[in-house]
């Protein structure tokens, strides 16, 4: 016998389980849903305030955890959190809170948490794309896109596209 459940398989995997006692390991739902999001989320809702997806509210509102990522769409719910409370120091929160702030106030607050400088000017980036200033945005955007962390390479080109486009500069998103 070679299957599951053969000496081979059992000294490999351990000793074969049946399937109720195998769905004591698995996540929750919640979880489930949580990590689908996770995996769906493409930041969109960085820079677009307010717009949010149906799993994106789901898993809000289903969470067990303190997720800082949760708190815009919480409160786009009218459902309040103690998360800023609780973590007052958080800079994942701070950030989340800057997305939310006049620009001038937001720079303020960026430019006060220890981060990364293109960390700091993607998220300036960000709230000037929220606050429709594409030009604050673009600018920010293009500092970014000197960073040597891949990542905010890609997401400060991605988004200096999208404010590019918004500001109607299609010559110079397209370039």
Not at 68 to 85: C, I, K, Q, Y
Not at 140 to 154: D, I, K, P, T
């Amino acid at each position: 016998m070679h299957g599951p459940g053969s000496p081979r398989w059992t000294k490999l995997l351990g000793r074969p389980r049946a399937p109720a006692e195998a769905l004591h390991d698995m996540p929750a739902p919640r979880d489930f849903a949580e990590m689908v999001a996770f995996l769906e989320r493409t930041h969109d809702n960085i820079a677009n305030a307010g717009k949010y997806t149906e799993l994106d509210r789901f898993t809000a509102l289903s969470a067990a955890s303190a997720n800082p990522w949760h708190e815009d769409v919480l409160s786009s719910l009218g459902t309040p959190t103690l998360l800023f409370s609780k973590f007052p120091g958080s800079t994942s929160l701070q950030l989340r809170k800057a997305l939310q702030l006049p620009i001038a106030e937001a720079d303020k607050m960026l430019d006060d948490l220890a981060i990364p400088a293109d960390r700091r000017n993607l998220y300036k980036g960000h709230v000037g794309l929220r606050q429709q200033a594409f030009d604050i945005a673009a600018d920010h955007y293009r500092q970014a896109l000197g960073s040597e962390n891949a990542f905010v390479v890609s997401r400060a080109s991605a988004y200096l596209y999208r404010a590019l486009l918004a500001n109607g500069e299609v010559d110079a998103a397209l370039a």
